[in-house]
């Protein structure tokens, strides 16, 4: 998802080191196998799905072990590279977890009519006063994002790779305001998006529309996507016939993988507690292309109704993204918690521009924690009603 003025793939692990030499270590590591990624990803087996130019990466056979499998192996089927488990015992766990859980596939996408795209920041970036970092305001993203100041892709310094974990929160409406429909929320991770014509990214979607009969009363859906925009729309990810089953509370993992300019992009999503995953193939069709000068991990609501507006938001009350951390092409990483001027703190505003209706709650720059959570949260209208379009 995009601002509305509207991957050199890199085999790299997913792990955090947690100690300054592990970094240093696993960045050297990175850049030795990059290339074997890139050429892996790209003849690695895929079947075709219902959309043009989408494909998914074939099931692995029966009796393929993650665990004991090599690197590139793992590759070949479009999963993360598994990390180091001597070098980031946390990383590894999680990894593991993804893995073991993943007991159904994804086997197609539907597009939808929406798109996650940023909207024009609302107003003018500020530093902020407990940090380097920079506040800046959007009328449909809230979270954070790493950024850098690349127009077009760099081998070493665009974003190659981003991860993260989180839950997907319930879909309801502002309390004592159910007057519009249907209210949305998308949760994600991408590469590009805020200073750049396209986006690619994957997440969770949470979807609430009100009864016509029973006020505030009404039908909550859930779903997993991809998105590359401008090329392709949210593509609803499918389970065999059905969409794969997504449910408030599921623990979402996804890594979204970045390559160079038109080449075909690649998004790896795992619902943890459903037990199905599948990584996706994107190939260009229109568009600017990859540049991977942003990394970031937002809450948003999507654009458009019938009138071009972003859709209304759900009173998702509070989120919370964990191991969230991405990295460039050398291997050095970025995260959430960092305080540099280039991390934008990202707070979404009302359709008046002026409202804040969700941002982060909390997050740090120290600590495991802080530099890899974020906890967000809605407030004003978007929490108690009375948002006008």
Not at 94 to 99: H, I, L, S, T
Not at 305 to 317: H, K
């Amino acid at each position: 998802m995009q601002p509305q003025n509207c991957q050199t793939l890199s085999r790299m692990s997913i792990v955090i080191a947690i100690v300054t030499f592990f970094v240093v270590s696993f960045s050297m590591l990175a850049v030795a196998q990059s290339e074997d990624a890139n050429a892996l990803f790209a003849v690695a087996p895929k079947l075709a799905t219902s959309v043009n130019g989408v494909s998914i990466f074939a099931v692995p056979p029966k009796g393929f072990n993650p665990l004991t499998a090599t690197n590139e192996e793992i590759l070949t089927y479009g999963l993360p590279q598994r990390p180091d488990k001597d070098v980031d015992e946390r990383g590894y766990s999680v990894w593991e977890r993804a893995m073991l859980s993943s007991t159904t596939h994804v086997t197609d996408v539907r597009a939808t009519p929406y798109s996650s795209r940023a909207m024009t920041p609302t107003g003018k970036p500020e530093k902020m006063a407990e940090s380097a970092a920079t506040a800046v305001s959007s009328l449909n993203w809230s979270g954070i994002a790493n950024t850098n100041k690349n127009t077009k892709w760099n081998n070493n310094t665009s974003f190659t790779q981003v991860a993260s974990v989180w839950n997907v929160p319930f879909a309801r409406a502002p309390f004592g305001d159910c007057s519009f429909s249907p209210l949305q929320e998308v949760s994600w991770n991408g590469i590009d998006g805020w200073s750049s014509g396209d986006v690619v990214q994957g997440g969770s979607g949470s979807y609430f529309t009100p009864s016509l009969f029973i006020p505030c009363v009404g039908d909550a859906n859930y779903f997993g996507w991809v998105e590359w925009y401008p090329s392709y729309p949210i593509l609803e990810l499918m389970c065999g016939s059905s969409p794969c089953p997504v449910s408030s509370g599921d623990d979402f993992f996804v890594v979204t993988f970045a390559s160079p300019g038109f080449a075909n992009q690649n998004v790896y999503v795992n619902d943890l507690t459903q037990g199905w995953a599948g990584t996706t193939n994107l190939s260009w069709k229109s568009g600017p292309g990859v540049v991977g000068n942003s990394a970031e991990y937002i809450v948003e609501r999507p654009c458009c109704d019938s009138n071009g507006r972003n859709q209304p938001l759900i009173d998702y009350m509070y989120e919370f993204f964990d191991f969230a951390h991405a990295a460039d092409g050398k291997g050095t990483e970025f995260y959430p918690g960092s305080s540099s001027a280039s991390t934008l703190i990202i707070t979404m505003d009302a359709d008046d521009g002026t409202t804040p209706i969700s941002h982060p709650r909390s997050y740090g720059t120290a600590g495991n924690e802080g530099k890899y959570a974020i906890w967000m949260e809605d407030l004003n209208c978007a929490y108690v009603g009375g948002c006008t379009p």
